[in-house]
């Protein structure tokens, strides 16, 4: 069975992701794992000292309910969903990855920027996304079931109405097939529609001249758009039930990536795996969506 892993530290932001990731698994019909990692408390250095066995007991203590009070919550939500729960005394960026291999996907909260819709990524989240070879998913704290959906006749987000599209990020220079299929499914498994952004410079290709040229400006538009359809064509036949809309813009997709979160159920973005031994690496695209987008996103590791 297909699992679908999620990190609870107990922020609001992380139970947001726990609600998401049973939402995910019960459309996948996948098992749900709650993992919660015991940081170990930190010692005095300077005097030498060690947490004391009380305060040990009680973090342990603590953790476990957590877990307990959220499984609870998603069984009741979800009845028939299959839930397991795993406390372990690792640090969190290692226990996440090691969890991480075993699931299909892994879900991460990350705390919102206050009145400003978007994200501030923590360094935990930060770290497992710049390093795990799985895709992961971070959630707002204020994300709700009904923000992923079209606002019903009242103007309000409901569960009943149809989903919001899927945004896609999309590289014509360097496309990945695991990016697209992990949008295409997504899109699929909501039957929502999938639209796809790709920015683009005119100038990065024929410098100044393109600039001032318009009619070899609209030319390479041109270019950018067909190449785009040739990209999305076999995709498109290997999912005919889900609707793609196209979408060229020019300069970076970054920005472009964060409006369109706006009215987004997911943005999908990718990662180019590194063998970097240290640092984060998720490139200045993935970079800001992660950083301002207000809608769930999803990074998808590739080679």
Request: aromatic content about 4%; some cysteine; charged content about 20%.
């Amino acid at each position: 069975m297909p699992t679908i892993t999620v990190g609870l530290d107990g922020s609001p932001a992380s139970l947001a992701a726990a609600d998401w990731a049973a939402r995910e698994a019960a459309q996948r019909e996948a098992l749900l794992c709650l993992v919660h990692a015991e940081d170990p408390l930190p010692s005095s250095s300077s005097l030498g000292s060690v947490p004391a066995p009380g305060a040990i007991d009680a973090q342990h203590q603590w953790a476990a309910d957590l877990l307990l009070k959220a499984e609870a919550r998603i069984a009741t939500r979800h009845p028939g969903l299959r839930i397991t729960a795993r406390q372990t005394g690792e640090q969190a960026v290692p226990a996440l990855l090691a969890a991480a291999e075993d699931g299909e996907l892994l879900v991460l909260g990350s705390r919102g920027l206050g009145t400003v819709a978007g994200f501030l990524v923590g360094s935990v989240a930060q770290a497992v996304v710049a390093r795990t070879v799985r895709p992961v998913v971070l959630v707002r704290a204020a994300e709700r079931a009904g923000d992923e959906h079209l606002p019903d006749a009242t103007g309000v987000g409901a569960t009943t109405t149809p989903y919001r599209d899927v945004v896609l990020g999309l590289d014509l220079e360097q496309p990945s097939d695991a990016v697209i299929e992990f949008a295409f499914r997504a899109a699929q498994q909501r039957a929502a529609g999938l639209r796809v952004v790709h920015g683009w410079n005119p100038a990065a290709v024929y410098g100044y001249a393109a600039a001032v040229d318009a009619g070899l400006n609209e030319e390479l538009a041109e270019e950018t758009r067909n190449g785009l359809r040739a990209l999305l064509r076999p995709w498109k036949d290997r999912f005919p039930g889900v609707k793609v809309h196209e979408q060229t813009v020019i300069g970076g997709a970054g920005r472009h990536l964060v409006h369109a979160s706006r009215d987004a159920a997911l943005v999908v973005v990718g990662r180019k795996n590194r063998r970097a031994v240290v640092g984060a690496h998720v490139g200045p695209v993935t970079h800001a969506v992660l950083q301002h987008a207000s809608a769930p996103v999803a990074v998808v590791p590739h080679d």
